[in-house]
Nanobody, 128 residues
Framework: QVQLVDSGGDLVQSGGSLRLSCAAS????????IAWFRQAPGKEREGISC????????VDADSVKGRFTSSRDNGKNTVYLQRNSLKHEDPEIYYC?????????????????????WGQGTQVTVSS
């Protein structure tokens, strides 16, 4: 079972930036396709960014395109979600998730059901 640890959540001001981290121990994240999801209270979990295992091809959801994106640092065995131009919204929990390396990120979207290993989540709050 792949075990992931999300971190980096914080209270930040609108317009600011924040980088979230997804780390693992005992195995290499480079062998998995990784996605980021977010969930606000009372809402469904939404896939917002995906980065493939094979070539680090990245797909970002239209709702965050140009502001959020994923990257890998294989030396640190960590995947990041860089979030820029943050908007004041309800507090959200961000999750990273892993799936098999054959999964290739698609412009059709990133679905919860395609990922089977999850981090515990990290909360982000953007103040106005």
């Amino acid at each position: 079972q792949v075990q992931l640890v999300d971190s980096g959540g914080d209270l930040v001001q609108s317009g600011g930036s924040l980088r979230l981290s997804c780390a693992a121990s005992g195995f290499s994240l480079s062998h998995y396709t990784i996605a980021w999801f977010r969930q606000a209270p009372g809402k469904e979990r939404e896939g917002i960014s995906c980065i493939t295992s094979s070539d680090s091809y990245t797909v970002d959801a239209d709702s965050v395109k140009g502001r959020f994106t994923s990257s890998r640092d294989n030396g640190k065995n960590t995947v990041y979600l860089q979030r820029n131009s943050l908007k004041h919204e309800d507090p959200e929990i961000y999750y990273c998730a892993a799936t098999n390396p054959m999964y290739y990120c698609s412009d059709d979207g990133t679905s919860v059901r395609d990922f089977d290993s999850w981090g515990q989540g990290t909360q982000v709050t953007v103040s106005s």
